[in-house]
C-alpha cells in the first residue's frame, strides 16, 4: 500500500480548529423576490348580473353615460342592462309558438313552424339606425329588429320588428333565414346609405335541407325592415361533404377594408372528418361580392424557452381556436410584437383538440396575429399561385380553449383602466405603474384618489427599510452597519447624492459610506433589493439598551416616474458592552498554533473584533456570543508577552499575559503497533510546552486524530484514536504522527494498527487430576502481544503462559494452594485486568457435584415419565371394548395385507335391556372385538349407534355446550381459536380444545399453506370468510369456526364442503353460499349455524350469547332422540386390547343389501349450497 506524506503542519492545524462559521463571513441584505412587489390574490367587487341561464350572446351599446347598454341573451329571453349591470328591460324571445312570446307576435298570427326552444345565434348592432338584431334558432332562423330609445336613466328596445316577408321566402329560396341552429356569426358593414349583413352558418344535410341556407353570405337589409334584399351573393360547402366536413364559425369583425372570419374545420376534404385546423377567411368590406375571398391557415404553437425531453421540436401545435378578439395594441405590447403603436391585433385561445387533455404543456396558449401581417401573407400567397412551384405559406396559429363552468350565467363589469390598483403592494411598484391606471399611494398602500382623498399622491415614496446587519454593536467602538431596504435611490448606480440621506442609531449617527462596487453580487432575474452601509460611532451619551434605526431622505432629485422623500424606522439595534472573563491556555511553544480560548459575555458584537498577541494579530476560527477561538502567531522568543481582545477597535478591559515555551520535540513513538484505545509513548523534548499534543493515524486514504495525556516533559502516555480494520488480514500498515500546536512533529512509518482482542466470557474452568495448566481461549490475544503488555496470574501468582494460535496455556505456579472455592484466573492486557473465571480441582469423586446433579435430575424425570406412561396406557387398555364384526361388504375394507382391521358391527339387544355380548367361539385370534350398542330394528340390519352405552340426543348437545363454554372462556384472555373441529373429540366423547391443527393429523387437502417461506397450514374450510381474505383471526371468526364444528356434530364429522376445492372456497363464500342443513338437525340449532356464518363479523353472535341459544335448544329437546345411522357410518379407532373369539354363523350372515338401495351416509352430505 502507497502511503501518502506526513500532513503539513499548517494543514493538521486546520483540522485542529473548526472550520471558520458562515457568521463570520461578510454579511449581505437578502434579495427580495419580484412577486413580492403584487398579490394577485386580492379581490376586488365589481359590478355583476346573473342572468339565470347559459349566456349565448352579448353585445354592449356605447352612448352617454346614460345611453350606455349591455344586451344579454340566454334561451327564450333578451335582457338590457343598464351601465351599472342593473337590469332594465327583459323581452321574452321564446319558445316558439307560446302566448308569452313577444317576438313571435312581431310576426303576426300566421304559422310559425314547429314549436320549441329560442337559442339566440345573432345579437349585433346596426350602427345606422342605430338599432338591435336578434336571430334566433327557432322560426326558420329568422331576425327581428329593436329600435334603441334612449329614456332618462336607460336605454330601452323599442317593440320588435319581424325581419321576414312571408311571400318573399320559400323553403327553396329564402333570404330572410339567416341563423342556422349549428351555430352563426354577423358582422354588420355600412357602405354608403345601406347596411350589408355578413353571415357565416355552420351547415350540415339536415339544416341545408331546410329554407337552404348558405355557408357564407353578405345580405343587404331593406330600407323598410321587411326583411332581407333577395339575390344576395353567397357560398356554401358542396351537398356531398355535407356529412363529413364540418366547419364550426368561431369569429366574425370587421377592421380596415375587410371583414374576416375564422374558422375550424377539417385540415383535409379527403381525409374528413380528421385532424383539425383553424383558418382565416377574409372577405372585401367595401365591395359586396365574393370575389376576393381568401383564406389562410392561422398555426399557433407553444415553445418554451427551455424544451423539455421528448417535447416536438418547433413547439407544440395548438390547431383549434376556441375564443378570439381584435383590437389596437399599446405601445408596450407593440414594442414585444415588433409592430407600431395602435396597430391592430388578433389576439386567439387556442387547445391542442376539440377533447384534449392535459399534455406536455399548457392545456391552452394565447397568440397574437398582427391584421398588416395577415394581410401581407394573404397577398404574397395569391402572387405565389401564379408561380410555380407554390410554397406553403408562413402560418401563424392560436387556440383556446375556457370551460363554460368558468362563465356560466354572471356577466360582469371590469373597467377599462382595471379593476383596481390594491394589487400593487410597494410604493415604487404602485407609481410606475400604467398612467391611465389612475394608481397612487395612500400613506401604505396603492389605491385611486377616490379611495383615500387625503393622502392620496402620485409624486414621491418614502424610503423602506426591511432589514439591518447587525443588530448588536459596541458601546465603545465603532459597528459598520448594513441597511437593506427600497426606495434608498432612483439610480442604478446606486449614486447618493450628498446631503440628501441621514441615517441615526439611537442618539448616534452613522455615516454613510461610498459605495463599494468590488462588493456587488448578481440579482436574480426579477429579484431587487438595496442597500446602504454607514459607520456607526456610539457617542458618549449613548446607553446601553435597545434603540430604532432611522433613514430620512430629503431633496432628493425626482426621477422618471416618482421622486425620494421621507423617513423610515426599524427596531431591534442593541447597544452592548463585552466582558472578558477568561483565556486558555496561557502558554505555548514558539512556533505557535496554540488555540487560545477567550470566554466572556456579548463578544460577538459588532463586526470587527482581534485578539492580539504582543500586538500581533491571533487567527480567529470561531466566533459567538460568550466564547472566541484563535491560533497563536509564532514568537520571536522563550518570553511572557501581553495578550488583549479589541471589539470594534475599543479594547476590552482586563489584563492577560500569555508565556512562549521552547517548541517541543518527539524524538520516537513506541511501540510500532497497537489497535483502538491501546497506549502509545510519546519521547522527546519539552513536549509539555504544547497544551495538547495531537495523535494521527493516516492510512494513505483518511486520517484519524486523537489528542495525548499530558504527563512529563520527556515522555507522554496517549491512546490510539478510534480506526476500525477492514482488512481481511487483520492490520493495516500507515504513518502514526505526533506534533505539539504549531511545532514540528514527528511520523513513525510502517505503523500497524491491529484489530482489538476478545476476550472470552468468564466461567468456571475445571482441571481434571493429572493436568498442572490451564488452557483458554482468547481471540487475538497473541497478535498483539508484542504491542502491549500482556499478563496472566492465577490466584495473583503470575504464570509462564505460551500462546498456541488464540489459545493461551497458562503453567500453575508450583506455589500455588487452591481452595475450596479455587482461585480466579486473571488476564492483564495494556494495563486493563479481567477475571475470566475461577480455576477449581475436581470433587472427591472426581466429578464435580454440579455435574452430578445436572445429570441425575433429567434421568429421575424421564424414569417418571415412562411409569406414567406405563400407568396410563395399562388403564386405557383395559377401558376398551370389543365389537364383532357383522357387515359382510364392508369387511373387504380389511383384506389388504398390513391394513388396520375396521370394527365391523353386527345387530345386537336393546340399549335399555344392556349391552349384549356374541359368542367368540370359532373366531381367529387376531378378530378385535369391541362392546357397543346397537339399533333394534325389525330387518336385522345392523346398525351401530355412537359409542356410548346410552344413546340420547341430549349428550350430543351436552358435547355441543361444553364446546361453547370452553371456547367462551379463552377469548375472555385474548386467545383464538382458528383450528377447531370435530376431529378433536376423543373416545370418551370428550371435546379436545387446540390451536392451529396440532391436535389432529393435518390433511392437505383441508390444509394449505399461507405463506411458503413459513410453512404455515390453516383448516382453511373451518376459516371465516375474512379470515381466508385477510389471513386475521378474532373472536368473530372463532364464532365461523364454530358453526362448522355445529354442521360436523350433527352430520357425524362428515368434512365440511366436500366437493370444494380450498383454493376456490373463499370466492364460494364471497357469493353468499353456505353448508346445507343435515338430516336430523333441528331448524332453530340450523339457525344458529347460519348467525354463525353471516359475512358482516358484528352480525355474528359471541359466544356467550351462543351459550344461552344452545342451553335453549338443550332445554327443548326433553326426553329420549334416537337417530338411525346408516349401516356405513364408521367412526370407530381400532384397538387391539381386549381381544375375544367371535361365533362362525356370525361370520356367515347374509350380506347387505346392494350399495344402490343403501340410505345416503351422513359422511357424505348432499352438495353445498
Known amino acids: ?83 351599472d349591470l342593473k337590469s332594465v328591460q327583459s323581452l321574452a324571445t321564446g319558445p316558439a309558438g307560446d302566448p308569452g312570446c313577444q317576438t313571435c307576435a312581431a310576426c303576426g298570427p300566421g304559422p310559425h313552424g314547429p314549436p320549441g326552444d329560442t337559442d339566440t345565434k345573432v345579437l349585433v348592432l346596426e350602427p345606422a339606425l342605430p338599432a338591435l338584431v336578434s336571430c334566433g334558432s327557432s322560426l326558420q332562423g329568422r331576425c327581428f329588429l329593436h329600435d334603441l330609445e334612449p329614456q332618462r336613466t336607460a336605454v330601452h328596445l323599442a317593440a320588435p320588428v319581424c325581419l321576414f316577408s312571408a311571400h318573399h321566402n320559400r323553403p327553396d329560396d329564402c333570404p330572410d333565414c339567416v341563423a342556422s341552429p349549428l351555430g352563426t356569426r354577423v358582422t354588420v358593414v355600412e357602405q354608403g346609405q345601406a347596411s350589408y349583413f355578413y353571415v357565416a352558418s355552420s351547415l350540415d344535410a339536415a339544416v341545408a335541407a331546410s329554407f337552404s341556407p348558405h355557408s357564407v353570405s353578405i345580405r343587404r337589409l331593406k330600407a323598410d325592415a321587411s326583411g332581407f334584399a333577395p339575390g344576395f351573393v353567397a357560398l356554401s360547402v358542396l351537398p356531398k361533404h355535407l356529412v363529413s366536413y364540418s366547419i364550426e364559425y368561431v369569429h366574425s369583425f370587421h377592421t380596415g377594408a375587410f371583414v374576416y372570419f375564422l374558422t375550424v374545420q377539417p385540415a383535409s376534404v379527403t381525409d374528413a372528418p380528421g385532424a383539425l385546423h383553424t383558418r382565416l377567411a377574409r372577405l372585401s368590406a367595401t365591395e359586396p361580392e365574393l370575389g376576393d375571398y381568401r383564406e389562410l391557415v392561422l398555426d399557433c404553437r407553444f415553445a418554451p424557452k427551455r424544451r423539455r425531453r421528448g417535447a416536438p421540436e418547433g413547439g407544440q401545435p395548438y390547431p383549434v381556436l376556441r375564443v378570439a378578439h381584435s383590437a389596437p395594441v399599446g405601445a408596450q405590447l407593440a414594442t414585444e410584437l415588433s409592430i407600431a403603436e395602435g396597430q391592430e391585433v388578433l389576439f386567439g385561445v387556442f387547445v391542442a383538440g376539440k377533447d384534449s387533455g392535459p399534455g406536455v404543456g399548457p392545456n391552452s396558449v394565447v397568440c397574437a396575429f398582427p391584421i398588416d401581417l395577415l394581410d401581407t401573407l394573404i397577398d404574397e400567397g395569391v402572387e405565389r399561385c401564379c408561380e410555380s412551384p407554390v410554397h406553403p405559406g408562413l402560418r401563424r396559429g392560436l387556440d383556446f380553449f375556457q370551460s363554460p363552468s368558468f362563465c356560466p350565467n354572471p356577466v360582469f363589469q371590469v373597467p377599462i383602466r382595471g379593476p383596481g390598483c390594491r394589487h400593487f403592494l410597494t410604493c415604487g411598484r404602485c407609481l410606475r405603474a400604467q398612467r391611465f391606471m389612475g394608481c397612487g399611494w395612500c400613506g401604505n398602500m396603492c389605491g385611486r384618489q377616490k379611495e383615500c382623498p387625503g393622502s392620496w399622491q402620485q409624486d414621491h415614496c418614502p424610503p423602506k427599510l426591511t432589514e439591518f446587519h447587525p443588530h448588536s454593536g459596541p458601546l465603545r467602538g465603532s459597528t459598520r452597519l448594513t441597511l437593506c431596504g427600497s426606495n434608498f435611490y432612483l439610480h442604478p448606480s446606486g449614486l447618493v447624492p450628498e446631503g440628501t440621506h441621514q441615517i441615526t442609531v439611537g442618539q448616534s449617527p452613522c455615516r454613510l459610506l461610498p459605495k463599494d462596487s468590488s462588493k456587488l453580487r448578481p440579482v436574480a432575474w426579477k429579484d431587487f433589493v438595496e442597500e446602504f452601509e454607514c459607520e456607526l460611532e456610539p457617542l458618549g451619551t449613548q446607553a446601553v439598551g435597545p434603540t430604532n434605526v432611522s433613514l430620512t431622505v430629503t431633496n432628493m432629485p425626482p426621477g422618471k416616474h416618482f421622486r425620494i422623500d421621507g423617513t423610515s424606522m426599524l427596531r431591534g439595534f442593541f447597544f452592548m458592552e463585552p466582558v472578558l472573563i477568561a483565556v486558555q491556555p496561557l502558554f505555548g511553544p514558539r512556533a505557535g498554533g496554540t488555540c487560545l480560548t477567550l470566554k466572556g459575555q456579548s463578544l460577538s458584537v459588532g463586526t470587527s473584533r482581534a ?81 495538547h499534543l495531537v495523535l494521527s493515524f493516516h492510512d494513505g486514504l483518511r486520517a484519524v486524530e486523537s489528542r495525548c495525556e499530558r504527563q512529563l516533559p520527556e515522555q507522554q502516555l496517549c491512546r490510539l484514536p478510534e480506526y476500525v480494520v477492514q482488512d481481511p488480514q487483520g492490520w493495516v500498515a500507515g504513518n502514526l504522527s505526533a506534533w505539539g500546536d504549531g511545532a514540528a512533529g514527528f511520523t513513525l512509518p510502517g505503523f500497524r494498527f491491529l484489530t482489538p482482542p476478545h476476550p472470552p466470557s468468564a466461567n468456571l474452568i475445571p482441571l481434571k487430576p493429572e493436568e498442572h495448566a490451564i488452557k483458554f481461549e482468547y481471540i487475538g490475544l497473541g497478535a498483539v502481544t508484542d504491542c502491549v503488555g500482556v499478563n496472566v496470574t492465577v490466584g495473583g501468582e503470575s504464570c509462564q503462559h505460551e500462546f498456541r494460535g488464540d489459545m493461551v496455556v497458562c503453567p500453575l505456579p508450583p506455589s500455588l494452594q487452591l481452595g475450596k472455592d479455587g482461585a480466579p484466573l486473571q488476564v492483564c492486557v495494556d494495563g486493563e485486568c479481567r477475571i475470566l473465571g475461577r480455576v477449581v480441582w475436581p470433587g472427591p469423586d472426581g466429578v464435580p457435584q454440579s455435574t452430578l446433579l445436572g445429570i441425575l435430575l433429567p434421568l429421575l424425570l424421564l424414569v417418571a415419565a415412562l411409569a406414567t406412561a406405563l400407568v396410563f396406557s395399562y388403564w386405557w387398555q383395559k377401558k376398551q371394548l370389543v365389537l364383532p364384526p357383522n357387515l359382510d361388504d364392508l369387511a373387504s375394507l380389511d383384506q389388504t395385507a398390513g391394513a388396520t382391521p375396521l370394527p365391523i358391527l353386527y345387530s345386537g339387544s336393546d340399549y335399555r335391556s344392556g349391552l349384549a355380548r356374541p359368542a367368540t367361539d370359532g373366531l381367529d385370534s387376531t378378530t378385535c372385538v369391541h362392546g357397543a350398542s346397537f339399533s333394534n330394528s325389525e330387518d336385522e340390519s345392523g346398525v351401530p349407534l355412537l359409542r356410548k352405552e346410552s344413546i340420547q340426543l341430549r349428550d350430543l348437545d351436552s358435547a355441543l355446550l361444553a364446546e361453547v363454554k370452553d371456547v367462551l372462556i379463552p377469548h375472555e384472555r385474548v386467545v383464538t381459536h382458528s383450528d377447531r373441529v370435530i376431529g378433536k373429540l376423543d373416545e370418551s366423547f370428550t371435546v379436545k380444545v387446540a390451536d392451529f391443527g396440532l391436535a389432529r393429523d393435518i390433511l392437505d387437502k383441508e390444509y394449505y399453506s399461507v405463506r411458503q417461506h413459513r410453512h404455515a397450514r390453516l383448516p382453511v374450510k373451518w376459516m371465516a370468510l375474512e379470515s381466508l381474505q385477510t389471513y386475521r383471526f378474532t373472536t368473530k371468526s372463532d364464532v365461523w369456526s364454530f358453526g362448522v364444528l355445529l354442521w360436523e356434530l350433527l352430520t357425524r364429522g362428515a368434512p365440511p364442503y366436500p366437493h370444494i376445492d380450498p383454493f376456490d372456497l373463499t370466492h364460494f363464500l364471497a357469493q353468499g353460499r353456505r353448508l346445507p342443513q343435515p338430516e336430523y338437525c333441528p331448524d332453530s340449532l340450523y339457525q344458529v349455524m347460519q348467525q354463525c356464518w353471516e359475512a358482516d363479523p358484528a352480525a355474528r353472535p359471541t359466544f356467550g350469547v351462543l351459550v344461552g341459544k344452545v342451553e335453549q335448544i338443550v332445554s327443548a329437546l326433553l326426553g329420549d332422540h334416537y337417530v338411525q345411522l346408516p349401516a356405513t357410518y364408521m367412526n370407530l379407532g381400532p384397538s387391539t386390547s381386549h381381544e375375544m373369539n367371535v361365533h362362525p354363523e356370525q361370520q356367515q350372515s347374509s350380506p347387505m343389501p346392494g350399495s344402490a338401495h343403501r340410505p345416503r351416509p351422513l359422511s357424505e352430505p348432499p352438495r353445498p349450497t
Not at 11 to 17: G, K, P, V
Not at 25 to 43: G, H, I, L, M
Not at 672 to 681: A, R, V
Open 1 to 83: 500500500m502507497e502511503l501518502l506524506p506526513p500532513l503539513p503542519q499548517s494543514f493538521l492545524l486546520l483540522l485542529l480548529l473548526p472550520a471558520k462559521p458562515a457568521a463570520a463571513k461578510e454579511w449581505q441584505c437578502p434579495r427580495t423576490p419580484y412577486a413580492a412587489s403584487r398579490d394577485f390574490n386580492v379581490k376586488y367587487m365589481v359590478p355583476s348580473f346573473s342572468a339565470g341561464g347559459l349566456v349565448q350572446a352579448m353585445v354592449t351599446y356605447e352612448g352617454d353615460r346614460n345611453e350606455s347598454a349591455v344586451f344579454v341573451a340566454i334561451r327564450n329571453r333578451l335582457h338590457v342592462l343598464g351601465p
Open 611 to 691: 485578539v492580539l498577541v504582543n500586538g500581533t494579530e491571533c487567527l480567529l476560527a470561531r466566533v459567538s456570543e460568550g466564547q472566541l477561538l484563535c491560533a497563536t502567531p509564532p514568537g520571536a522568543m522563550v518570553a511572557s508577552v501581553p495578550l488583549s481582545l479589541q471589539v470594534g477597535g475599543a479594547q476590552v478591559p482586563g489584563s492577560w499575559t500569555f508565556h512562549y515555551r521552547e517548541d517541543p520535540v518527539v524524538l520516537s513513538i513506541s511501540p510500532n503497533c497497537g489497535y483502538i484505545n491501546s497506549h502509545i509513548t510519546i519521547y522527546g523534548q519539552h513536549l509539555t510546552s504544547a497544551w
